[in-house]
T-cell receptor, first 114, second 113 residues
Framework: ETGVTQTPRHLVMGMTNKKSLKCEQH?????MYWYKQSAKKPLELMFV???????ENNSVPSRFSPECPNSSHLFLHLHTLQPEDSALYLC?????????????FGPGTRLTVT | GQQVMQIPQYQHVQEGEDFTTYCNSS?????IQWYKQRPGGHPVFLIQ?????EVKKQKRLTFQFGEAKKNSSLHITATQTTDVGTYFC?????????????FGQGTILTVHP
């Protein structure tokens, strides 16, 4: 629907597991974002990539490791997560950062850490 | 850092009633955007306001940006059940933060038929 896809849609992992979230945008955009959405909290910006370069790391713990191999793909590598990391992780894209652009969100990955 | 507060947190209305959500920023914004997230869905862009005092309309939705560019509102006239969802405002401060959005907590709208 929005041109931004995310896989998997649901993920349950233990605290010692390593997993990765994938995001792909088919809109020809150059900026991509990771957000965390927890219950009763505002959307929290985690990382921003512009033309494959990371331009923002919003004080995110190192157990979250982003990767942007090209402008169309964005990954979030997860390891040794905590139960409080359970949330909806949303990927978004926009034509580019450095200007005011609307963001297009993917459907999200619902992550549960046990 | 920049904070964006949104009120109310919840709003229950009867179908046909009007609805308004308010957004206030701790700092002057370069622009403000509004998004809607349906239950179980993801945020979808509605509109962007850039100019001081700007008012934009989309059918039954009216968006305003304050003169000081620190507050904004979304007003829905004669709500329908399809309006159900969470409405978020998101502001950008400009400068080195240009393009980086800070989201409000959202207002969850329930419409009773």
């Amino acid at each position: 629907e929005t041109g931004v896809t995310q896989t998997p849609r649901h993920l349950v992992m233990g605290m010692t597991n390593k997993k990765s979230l994938k995001c792909e945008q088919h809109l020809g955009h150059n900026a991509m974002y990771w957000y965390k959405q927890s219950a009763k909290k505002p959307l929290e910006l985690m990382f921003v990539y512009n033309f494959k370069e990371q331009t923002e790391n919003n004080s995110v713990p190192s157990r979250f490791s982003p990767e942007c191999p090209n402008s169309s793909h964005l990954f979030l590598h997860l390891h040794t997560l905590q139960p409080e990391d359970s949330a909806l992780y949303l990927c978004a894209s926009s034509p580019r950062t450095g200007r005011v652009d609307e963001q297009y969100f993917g459907p999200g990955t619902r992550l549960t850490v046990t | 850092g920049q904070q964006v507060m949104q009120i109310p947190q919840y709003q229950h209305v009867q179908e046909g009633e009007d609805f308004t959500t308010y957004c206030n920023s701790s700092t002057t914004l370069s622009n403000i955007q509004w998004y809607k997230q349906r239950p179980g869905g993801h945020p979808v862009f509605l509109i962007q306001l850039v100019k001081s005092g700007e008012v934009k309309k989309q059918k039954r939705l009216t968006f305003q940006f304050g003169e000081a560019k620190k507050n904004s509102s979304l007003h829905i006239t004669a709500t329908q059940t399809t309006d159900v969802g969470t409405y978020f405002c998101a502001g950008s401060a400009g400068g080195t933060s240009y393009g980086k959005l800070t989201f409000g907590q959202g207002t969850i709208l329930t419409v009773h038929p």
